[in-house]
């Protein structure tokens, strides 16, 4: 079982709110990561973490933000949430390997914006 | 796009079948991963295997890797209605710096 969790499961809000999804993790892994899945779909890479203060864009532009303040901490925000925002989001750990190692993660939160 | 391209996209079979799902890449890897996904939920990792390695065995599953057709097989031998689920390979490309996956294999497992 992994130890990385993800709150809140599911969020539905309004337009134009801001929201953090929380994601922590007890392993002590460096790489932290957050993807993007709609239902049925690949998942696509919007942010990730090589350790604290370190952060970085992925594939897929997104309008969230991302801090690593703390090694076990990696939350995603949304300044003002719009329905395009409307997905699953994964967040994900790995050991700081030589390439990339088995990724752990949690069980999503899954996020409405009405 | 460097992505994995898998197939089927979703296959049915029967308690007790054999499930074949493929997975293909355009460039040199570092390792291939296959990931499950159940409906609405995180992926769990199954399998990693190294470029250097054709074969990995782990319990009912069976992956194969051919690197000169950049393919990789994953087999689940006496399926169950457990394994209904999403899988999904993931390459680490070579000097990519990212991991990249593909674009699933929706399974169902009749009993």
């Known amino acids: 079982e992994a130890d990385i969790y993800q709150t809140p499961r599911y969020l539905v809000i309004g337009t134009g709110k801001k929201i953090t999804l929380e994601c922590s993790q007890t392993?002590?892994?460096?790489?932290m990561y957050w993807y993007q899945q709609d239902p049925g779909m690949e998942l696509h890479l919007i942010h990730y973490?090589?350790?604290?203060?370190?952060?970085e864009k992925g594939d897929l532009s997104s309008e969230s933000t991302v801090s690593r303040i703390r090694t076990e901490h990696f939350p995603l925000t949304l300044e003002s949430a719009r329905p395009s925002h409307t997905s699953q989001y994964l967040c994900?750990?790995?050991?700081?390997?030589?390439?990339?190692?088995?990724?752990?993660f949690g069980s999503g939160t899954q996020l409405s914006v009405l | 796009s460097q992505q994995g391209e898998e197939d089927p996209q979703a296959l049915s079979i029967q308690e007790g079948e054999n499930a074949t799902m493929n997975c293909s890449y355009k460039t040199s890897i570092n390792n291939l991963q296959w990931y499950r996904q159940n409906s609405g939920r995180g992926l769990v990792h199954l399998i990693l295997?190294?470029?250097?390695?054709r074969e990995k065995h782990s319990g009912r599953l069976r992956v194969t890797l051919d690197t000169s057709k950049k393919s990789s097989s994953l087999l689940i031998t006496a399926s169950r209605a457990a394994d209904t689920a999403s899988y999904f390979c993931a390459t680490d490309f070579t000097g990519f710096q990212k991991l990249v996956f593909g674009t699933g294999t929706r399974l169902l497992v009749s009993p």
């Open positions: 973490s090589y350790g604290v203060n370190s952060t």
């Open positions: 994900a750990s790995s050991e700081l390997g030589q390439g990339f190692e088995k990724l752990f």
């Open positions: 295997i190294r470029s250097n390695e």
């Open positions: 392993m002590g892994h460096d790489k």
